[in-house]
């Protein structure tokens, strides 16, 4: 996972960079908190650009941090999912929380 | 055994949550002899996930044990048996409702029959308490070619 804070606007972006299953988000999921409650985002962005899987184990992580994010006061947005990550964020009741940005080819995004 | 399915192929390995990939991916490589669309690989891995997942940490919790996962693949068809000898599940009913889940603890979203019942064409779940529990899934690949393929027939 990619770590970057703009120091400007306090967005905190988590770039993803191994599939998300139940292994791979209990790794992570604890940095990602110690992240937040560091810099106190006004927003915080889950990249999945880089990935190309995630199953239900995903739905946990997201709302966990969308959950802390909210408590410190900030958001918290998805961009670039695939289909089949759109999916289970729309079957989970997810998206209908948080925003989630579909899958574009066009850089930067914030 | 000779001539039930077109081909078939068993793995076993120890329920650690780092081979979820390994079964996944193997499972989609088995597939791909089908042809399948990526979206069709891709809910068979997400559907393996899952119940290879639940064995690991609700079927053995912190214990080791094996888990059996097995593909069969007969005309445009894959049937995958996903089995472990755990605790077994003791209300499948409650299991499979959507949200419910018996670990929030481990941030689980209770999500993961229902994503293996729409992801697959049919899901059978077979538990006994203290024996362990099997998942058996099947897709047809190609399904909606098929069905358009039909549609024409009947017009």
Not at chain 1, 15 to 23: A, I, P, S
Not at chain 2, 2 to 15: C, H, P, T, V
Not at chain 2, 100 to 118: A, C, D, H, Q
Not at chain 2, 121 to 138: C, N, Q
Request: charged fraction near 30%; avoid cysteine; charge should be negative.
């Amino acid at each position: 996972m990619i770590v970057e804070f703009k120091k400007e606007d306090k967005v905190l972006i988590f770039k993803l960079t191994e599939d998300v299953d139940q292994h791979t988000s209990e790794k992570i999921r604890r940095k990602m908190d110690n992240e937040i409650k560091r810099y106190i985002p006004r927003k915080v962005i889950f990249d999945f650009s880089n990935i190309s899987f995630m199953d239900s184990a995903g739905i946990g992580m997201v709302l966990g941090r969308y959950k802390l994010a909210q408590m410190l006061d900030g958001e918290l947005e998805i961009i670039n999912v695939n289909r089949a990550m759109k999916k289970i964020f729309d079957m989970s009741g997810v998206s209908r929380i948080i925003n989630i940005v579909e899958e574009e080819k066009n850089e930067g995004v914030i | 055994m000779k001539g039930l399915y077109d081909n078939e192929m068993k793995l076993e390995f120890i329920s650690k949550t780092n081979n979820e990939a390994f079964a996944r991916i193997t499972v989609a490589a088995f597939v791909s002899q089908l042809d399948p669309t990526i979206d069709e690989l891709s809910d068979i891995k997400t559907a393996v996930s899952e119940a290879v997942t639940n064995s690991i940490i609700h079927g053995y919790e912190d214990e080791e044990g094996i888990i059996r996962v097995s593909a069969k693949l007969f005309g445009n068809s894959v049937e995958i048996e996903i089995s472990d000898n755990g605790k077994g599940i003791g209300n499948i009913e409650e299991a499979r409702k959507p949200l419910y889940t018996s670990k929030p603890n481990l941030e689980r979203s209770g999500m993961g029959f229902t994503i293996m019942e729409s992801f697959m064409d049919d899901v059978k779940i077979e538990s006994a308490l203290g024996l362990g529990t099997k998942i058996t899934m099947r897709k047809q690949i190609g399904g909606e070619k098929q069905e358009e393929e039909m549609d024409v027939r009947e017009a």
